[in-house]
């Protein structure tokens, strides 16, 4: 049930369950979610992350939507619960909505927010665009939240994006999180077990080409499909300390150039579409040695998984210099979901140094402010 009679948040709660009050539930909140949108046209993209948080996690969400596509000033509360439990006993928690268009109006908006953060709990706050917007908000909240997570599919432009967080990191030393850094945890994981020998290790600092190849099949929620295999190869060339030299779009593929002392290294990201694996995931990933022809092969598997419409967690891993060829052999990605992602980054404790060494490989690159790919087929990008 929804109740929306007014800007009287408090009484509509208590109105709200009056209505529930005959039905067989239980009231439970063990944290607060604030999350700060401007993408209305996602609507369902948010309703589907709060239902995988709350089914897992009961909590008062306070959901805020930003219409800058209107200019008249407008302010809308909507206030219902959330229900946990298919049969008997259910747990229920709140969910107030509110949707603020016209600058006037988006002053309230702190106002609204503070007096219904439930108290004694942990406040955490989603915010999907650039932390450059809408500062004041954040500025107002940082003495109320635990932590702030990310989604950079909101940003317009990563390297100002990246330069934000880093920047509110160093004003208000809050903890960040973000949630496509955490979908990439398992690609991490593998590419450090599969150079954790120190000899392979040496072949890594001798890469001079690495290929990053990543699904565009079409989304109607996500827009930026190339922002993971943007944050992988800032993460590796992190890793590598290499210097940024040169960023260029040519046909859709992505190459980003890098100095080292020893060589250069150059990153390519290449699109390809794939309808058996998930929009914007990584597909394979390539490294190329400048010195004894070594070539490492990370792919995932081409098919769902067995008696499941799951993508195939599997990556198969090959390896070969110009003495030997390993035994091709297989590693686990773990199954992704946003809301898992988005409570795995609530409860860690603290950001880690790759994270902010990233987004600091990120701040160093120009990229175009509008970038626009071409989706190329598997034949078309062979060569």
Known sequence: ???????????????LWKAEDSKNLVRACLFNLIIVSQKKEQSN???????????????RIIFITYDTASNEGKLDVNVRAEMVGATGLKIACELIEIQVSGMEEEKKIPFLILPNIVPDLPVYLLWTQDPSKSAELLSFLKNYISKVIFDAEGALNLKSFSQGVLDLVQKYSISVGD???????????????????KECLVQL???????????????KLLKHNEREAIYLQAWIAAQLKCQFES???????????????????????????????????????EFESAQDRAHFVLKRGPEK???????????????????????????????????????EEI????????????????????????MEFQKKSNSEIGS
């Open 347 to 370: 409860f860690l404790k603290e950001s880690s140094q790759h994270y902010m060494n990233m987004l600091k490989k990120l701040s160093e690159i120009n990229f175009n402010n509008k």
């Open 205 to 219: 600092s001798r890469m001079k080409l690495i290929k990053i190849h990543y699904n565009v099949i079409a989304s």
């Open 45 to 59: 993209y948010f309703q589907d992350l709060i239902k995988g948080v709350v089914g897992r996690f009961p909590c």
């Open 247 to 285: 960023y260029e779009v040519n046909e859709g593929n992505i190459r980003i150039g890098y100095q080292r002392p020893l060589l250069p290294t150059t990153f390519l990201l290449i699109p390809e579409e794939n309808t058996n694996h998930e929009p914007g995931s990584i597909l394979s990933i």
């Open 179 to 197: 949630i496509n850094w955490t979908a990439l945890k398992g690609w991490r994981k593998i590419i450090a077990s599969l150079f954790s020998e």
């Open 305 to 343: 998984m067995l008696g499941s419409n799951e993508p195939s967690r599997q990556v198969f891993v090959h390896s070969s210099t110009a003495d030997y060829c390993n035994v091709p052999y297989c590693l686990y990605l773990p199954q992704r979901q946003i809301s898992s992602d988005l409570i």
């Open 1 to 15: 049930m929804a109740v929306n009679s007014g800007l009287n948040i408090e009484q509509r709660l208590n109105d």
